[in-house]
């Protein structure tokens, strides 16, 4: 009977997985020295990569110069991604919507850990991701990575927390690192997220001038150079209520870069470009003039700004409000969106703060209905006041589609004396939260016809639900073991230890689930069947063979949930007898 990991996956080891099967005369073995004790050898596998320079021998570039993009802690960056946590996904039923039902998910943590820990959940299942990352212009704060290198490198290197606990810093531009850092933050997240999306599958990332040429160099990379789709201009000037102050210029636009996983399997573009019905707003327009004229603008000051808006041939100067380019500017290396931003969090919340930079959900709704349909897969983790989860139900409401969403926020303490802490949220979490709540409300009654999903799951990252024995266990003989407390953490329920599981087999936490009773025992049974899990202590065997004769495709129990080896093995006979398909596996 196998035991369960308890841990994220090992992303170098799946990548050495992928080596083998290509080139399986380049797998060598290594000591692991962190298994390895004095008196027992344990061996990982390796790659000979000598011996794969020599197989792709007409790919290799030979000598020290090579073309290519770098900085300091980028290798660290890709260790980071590919390394293991000790972490889960607590459920919180009570702060969610519609708990029992719903397929969205709203998760509480740093996102770098959310994306290993969600690895083998959503691998290949995610068909559109938008974020909108810290813009790093020397006063956003950033996430504090342990992406430690040599003191000969940098000898300021930052920890994994500040000296407060916090998991973000204010990357200022007098820090030496200050694009190393923001890089090597991007990398890995992005690295892990590539993993995520469908062979046909979208990225786009909202990024302003700081960062936006190395953010370009790293996609190519990690996204290939081939799956870069376009440049799209977001205005973000005063028609949207927002702008900031560059160097010498006002700054009215940011950028929006759009990759695909896949370029071949990608077929929207060329729908909305040839979709004759689509076309660029002109100065006539009944809905700009309107907007126009409920800004309280004059006549004279109206007429000035619609010659703007249609001037010149720059893309920028084409404004599109409700779809994309049309063929006429397919020549263009960039699609132009004036998006106005609707209404404003602040009036949603009913919160008298000025939440600057959140996104128009307008903008996110054309995205979406580019790019997917049906009930797709909708994820931004840097989620920030749930924006994109907004769109995702506006669009839902209008076209009728069941998408889903899985939204990713660090809980950043909301400023101390603000309207918002005044008005009782902690944290930009519980904006996020609160804003999704009160817009499903309010498009479940203005859509009543529709079979809409406007609930979410919450989660939160948390430390292992095992406690340090059951990783050592064999540091210990059995005498000391039965002193020890329970490899399971007292504060942990059976919910905790279910969706633990389900992350570590590769199953979304998004299916429905039920528990009962048997013989005195709790048994729980996910998605009909496709996990039955009972963590009960002294399982008879006839609730064994009740669970085995409903043929689960896979079972867990905790390990002290049997007497001693004989019954573990009277387990397997019993389920080698009445489910030999079964996979089943203990805690």
């Known amino acids: 009977m196998d035991k369960m990991r308890m841990e994220s996956v090992d992303m ?6 992928r080596i083998a099967a290509l080139f399986p005369n380049c797998i060598t073995e290594t000591v692991d020295e962190e298994r390895s004790t004095p008196d027992k050898k344990v061996y990982k596998k390796a790659v000979n990569f000598e011996l794969l320079r020599q197989m792709l021998s007409g790919d290799v570039l030979e000598g020290d110069e090579a073309y290519e993009f770098t900085w300091v802690g980028k290798k660290a960056a890709i260790v980071e991604a590919n390394k293991p946590i000790r972490k889960t996904l607590r459920p919180c039923p009570e702060e969610s919507v519609n708990w029992d039902s719903t397929e969205n ?3 509480e943590g740093d996102n770098l850990e959310v994306l290993k820990l969600i690895q083998e959940s959503y691998m290949g299942k995610v068909k559109l991701i938008f974020i909108d990352p810290p ?3 020397g006063s956003d704060f950033i996430y504090a990575d342990d992406f430690a290198v040599g003191s000969a490198e940098y000898s300021d290197e930052i920890g994994e927390v500040d000296a407060d606990g916090n998991r973000l810093f204010k990357n200022t531009d007098s820090n030496g690192r200050f694009h190393s850092d923001w890089c090597s933050m991007m990398y890995s997240r992005l690295m892990l997220a590539r993993n995520l999306l469908t062979d046909d599958g979208s990225i786009f990332i909202s990024i302003d001038f700081n960062e936006v040429e190395n953010l370009k160099k790293i996609m190519d990379e990690v996204f290939g150079a081939e799956n870069f789709q376009r440049e799209i201009v977001w205005r973000i000037g005063w028609l949207s209520g927002y702008k900031t102050m560059a160097p010498n210029f006002i700054r009215n636009h940011d950028t929006i870069l759009f990759y695909s996983k896949n370029s071949s399997k990608i077929e929207f573009i060329k729908k909305y470009i040839e979709n004759k019905d689509f076309k660029p707003l002109l100065k ?3 809905k700009v003039t309107a907007k126009l004229k409920s800004l309280g603008l004059s006549d004279e000051q109206q007429k000035e700004l619609l010659e703007f808006i249609n001037h010149g041939n720059r893309p920028e100067r084409y404004p599109i409000e409700d779809t994309w380019n049309s063929n006429e500017y397919d020549d263009l290396n960039s ?5 106005f931003s609707g209404e404003k969090i602040s009036k949603i919340l009913d919160v008298d703060q000025d939440f600057k930079g959140q996104k128009s959900v307008k903008m996110l709704m054309r995205i979406i209905e580019a790019t997917t349909k049906e009930d797709d897969i909708v994820m931004d983790f840097f989620s920030g006041t749930g924006s994109t989860a907004h769109a995702v139900m506006q669009m839902n409401a209008e076209d009728g589609c069941h998408r889903k969403y899985i939204m990713v926020q660090l809980p950043e303490p909301c400023e ?3 309207a918002a802490k005044e008005a ?6 519980e904006i996020g939260k609160e804003r999704i709540r009160r817009i499903g409300q309010r498009i479940n009654e203005s859509a009543p016809l529709f079979d809409l999903d406007t609930g979410f799951r919450v989660f939160k990252v948390a430390e292992s639900n095992m406690n340090d024995v059951y990783y050592s266990a064999g540091e210990y003989n059995q005498g000391m073991l039965s002193m020890l407390e329970s490899n399971v953490k007292s504060d942990r329920s059976d919910l905790d230890l279910l969706f633990g599981c389900l992350l570590e087999w590769g199953l979304p936490l998004s299916m429905p689930y039920t528990s009962e009773q048997i ?3 709790t048994v729980h049974t996910y998605n009909d069947g496709d996990l039955i899990a009972c963590f009960d202590e002294n399982i008879p065997d006839s609730v064994i063979k009740t669970i085995a004769k409903r043929q689960p495709l896979r079972a867990v129990f905790r390990d002290s949930s049997f007497d001693g080896s004989p019954a573990k093995i009277n387990v397997g006979e019993i389920f080698k007898m009445l489910a030999p398909d079964t996979r089943i596996k203990v805690i």
């Open 105 to 107: 998910l709203y998760i």
């Open 519 to 521: 013989e005195g025992c």
């Open 284 to 286: 006539k327009d009944a």
């Open 424 to 429: 009782g949220y902690e944290n930009i979490c």
């Open 12 to 17: 170098t080891e799946k990548n050495i997985d």
């Open 135 to 137: 813009y790093n212009t």
């Open 416 to 418: 101390d004396g603000g």
């Open 335 to 339: 699609i132009a969106i004036v998006s």
